[in-house]
């Protein structure tokens, strides 16, 4: 059964420092998904990866796939703090379309 | 409409009741997906349908849980007997198929008293 971990499950950064949130999958997958999550609200698609070696960049954030080592990292550059929010990945099950999420990490950015 | 629905997006209930959930997703979108979320955890899968069929209902807990979704667009999640454990947000999204991006609705925020 597939297993999706996040690491850490809390960051708490300073405006304007760089950070990397790993994500590991336990079976093989062609599909990895970032998603974000302000407090109380639903979920926001942030990248989507399909291939390995896969990098995708949006303003401060830059999503990577390495499905032969089945790791995802999501790196914050220069963060701010609208970036604070629980980021997920989330892994499909090869050969299925069953989206598995991972614990989450919570973001905290302060000045 | 413009996102995923779902309504309502509070209710709560009584242990022993049966309550339904319902997910209106983004037109012409054929894969939609329920999902359901404790406080401070990720999103645990419960159910896909491709269409009007169900892909894969591994993640329903028990037989409590059933979702439909007839005509292939609005989908209901039932769940029978409710239980004190069931308190969660429940969360619908939908794509345009495989490996397209899902997008969530706003969930339904489920107390059991």
């Known amino acids: 059964e597939l297993k999706v971990e996040q690491n850490p499950l809390f960051l708490s950064m300073q405006e304007g420092k760089n950070y990397t949130i790993y994500c590991n999958y336990s079976?093989?997958?062609?599909?990895l998904y970032w998603y974000r999550q302000d407090p109380g609200k639903s979920l926001e698609s942030l990248f989507v990866?399909?291939?390995?070696?896969a990098v995708k960049q949006e303003g401060r954030l830059m999503a990577s796939l390495d499905t032969k080592a089945r790791l995802s990292t999501l790196h914050i550059t220069a963060a701010v703090h609208d970036l604070s929010a629980t980021y997920f990945c989330a892994v499909v099950t090869y050969n299925t379309d069953k989206l598995i999420f991972g614990t989450g990490t919570r973001l905290q950015v302060f000045p | 409409g413009a996102g995923v629905s779902q309504t309502p997006s509070n209710k709560v209930t009584e242990k022993g009741k049966y309550v339904e959930l319902r997910c209106d997703p983004i037109?012409?979108?054929?894969?939609l997906y329920w999902y359901r979320q404790s406080l401070g955890q990720g999103p645990e899968f419960l159910i896909y349908f491709q269409g009007t069929g169900a892909a894969d209902d591994s993640g329903l807990p028990n037989d409590r849980f059933f979702a439909v979704r007839p005509e292939g667009s609005v989908s209901t999640l039932k769940i029978q007997r409710t239980e004190r454990g069931d308190s969660a947000v429940y969360l619908c999204?939908?794509?345009f198929g495989v490996g397209e991006k899902l997008f969530f609705g706003s969930g339904t925020q489920l107390s059991v008293l």
């Open positions: 037109s012409g979108h054929t894969a």
């Open positions: 999204a939908s794509s």
């Open positions: 079976t093989t997958s062609d599909r």
């Open positions: 990866l399909l291939s390995n070696g």
